[in-house]
Nanobody, 126 residues
């Protein structure tokens, strides 16, 4: 069982930056592929970014590529999402998700992930 806790959300203006954190409880977290997803009111949950368990491979949604950076620190059992140049359309609840050794081909599929955090709200005003 893996517990994930997101933090770092808030209210910012367009063009600002935020850094989200996802803290995991599992001692074997270094074996878990971790992804960030988001869901805006009235919309389906969508993929944002993912990182392999080693940190070697990353994958981004086109909508955030070049603005967001995902990283991890396995010694701290944590994954981060640095969000720069935020836009109002980035407003959503952001969720961290994990699954042991999920392959690259499945990174963007929310149904492939076994564990989810409770989410953190990001609001970007124009």
């Amino acid at each position: 069982q893996v517990q994930l806790v997101e933090s770092g959300g808030g209210l910012v203006q367009a063009g600002d930056s935020l850094r989200l954190s996802c803290a995991a409880s599992a001692r074997t977290f270094s074996r878990y592929t971790t992804g960030w997803f988001r869901q805006a009111p009235g919309n389906e949950r969508e993929f944002v970014a993912a990182i392999s368990w080693t940190g070697t491979n990353t994958y981004y949604a086109n909508s955030v590529k070049g603005r967001f950076t995902i990283s991890r620190d396995n010694a701290q059992n944590s994954v981060y999402l640095q969000m720069n140049s935020l836009k109002p359309e980035d407003t959503a609840v952001y969720y961290c998700a994990a699954r042991a050794m999920l392959p690259y081909s499945a990174y963007a599929r929310s149904y492939e992930y076994d564990y989810w955090g409770q989410g953190t709200q990001v609001t970007v005003s124009s």
